[in-house]
């Protein structure tokens, strides 16, 4: 029996009522799928060594202070995903103790991991994209060129998520208005007008190689060799082998020292509308955020700004 299966079998009760519980608090799947994950992760860990079901009462603060640290020293988790993890677990254990499923919530005596403030987002320069882009054709199949081109290019030129792109619809086009209606964290949805050139390279995919999908998987815009809507996990492989080919074509890039993943390509969008002087209001709204402080983290000046700010004429103070 596969470990996760154990675990539903063990567990299936809690699991269950958890879901259920965020569902009916309109929380999106993509959040329930992620708290359930990480849940599920926190149960292999207190049942390892045991290898049957451990009561959750059981469970003391130094358990999942064992837990944080191996998320950090072995998994090499950052704080920020550390805490995430935490709120999951935190979420998991007040509801079960609202239906009397647990007693106490051991996260809720666990402190937060310090997370790094200030902290700059890593992007692409507008030559690494270009470089990237140049290299889509070389780690696809011929089948599936345009249609990555085009889910990269939403996320790189649309600020689309990786999830916001698995989600895509064909009832997500505006035909009339030339943009897409996505659909973000907290089911809230926007409208992304797209560069001409996108938009013509979107229409063209769907219209000429798109794969025909399996029955009901019709609405899904980018589907995978198999007719299904595309994964997320298979967007994010087709990001990292792309970035291994440029990598060892482009070795003077330093892309590993970057991290660069499919969400670094909608910080790339980001950074590019600042720096070309977009209003950060319209920024914040094609990002899809709620809070202005988030958007902020794009306000970042380069180096090459800084040369430029500071090639001022000093000879006659100097004279």
Not at 65 to 77: D, H, P, Y
Not at 86 to 93: K, N
Request: overall charge positive; some cysteine.
């Amino acid at each position: 029996m596969r470990e996760k299966d154990r675990l539903y079998e063990w567990y299936e009760e809690e699991l269950i009522l958890f879901t259920t519980h965020m569902d009916n608090k309109d929380y999106s799947k993509f959040t329930i799928d992620n708290y359930i994950r990480d849940v599920l992760l926190f149960l292999e860990y207190i049942t390892r060594k045991s290898q049957q079901k451990v009561a959750l009462d059981d469970v003391k603060k130094m358990t999942l202070t064992l837990f944080m640290n191996e998320l950090k020293s072995k998994r090499g988790n950052s704080a920020e995903s550390r805490n995430r993890r935490l709120t999951a677990i935190r979420s998991f254990y007040k509801c079960l103790i609202d239906y009397e499923l647990a007693a106490k919530n051991p996260a809720n005596e666990y402190e937060s991991a310090k997370e790094r403030k200030g902290k700059l987002p890593s992007y692409l320069e507008k030559e690494e994209l270009k470089s990237f882009f140049g290299m889509i054709e070389k780690a696809s199949q011929r089948q599936h060129v345009r249609r990555n081109k085009v889910m990269l290019g939403l996320m790189a030129f649309a600020g689309l998520r990786v999830t916001e792109i698995h989600t895509l619809n064909l009832s997500s086009i505006h035909t009339h208005k030339r943009g897409i209606q996505v659909l973000g964290k907290g089911n809230k949805a926007r409208y992304i007008p797209l560069p001409n050139t996108l938009y013509e390279e979107l229409l063209y995919y769907i219209e000429e190689d798109r794969i025909m999908p399996m029955k009901g998987q019709e609405e899904a815009v980018f589907i995978s060799r198999r007719g299904k809507r595309i994964s997320r996990r298979r967007i994010q492989e087709i990001t990292e082998r792309i970035c291994e080919i440029v990598e060892k074509e482009s070795p003077t890039f330093n892309w590993k020292s970057k991290g660069i993943s499919s969400h670094k390509l909608r910080h790339s969008f980001a950074t590019h509308l600042v720096r070309d002087g977009r209003d950060i209001r319209t920024v914040q709204e094609l990002l899809g955020h709620t809070n202005l402080n988030t958007t902020q983290k794009y306000t970042h000046v380069s180096d090459a700004q800084k040369e430029k700010a500071m090639d001022i004429e000093l000879s006659d103070y100097f004279s």
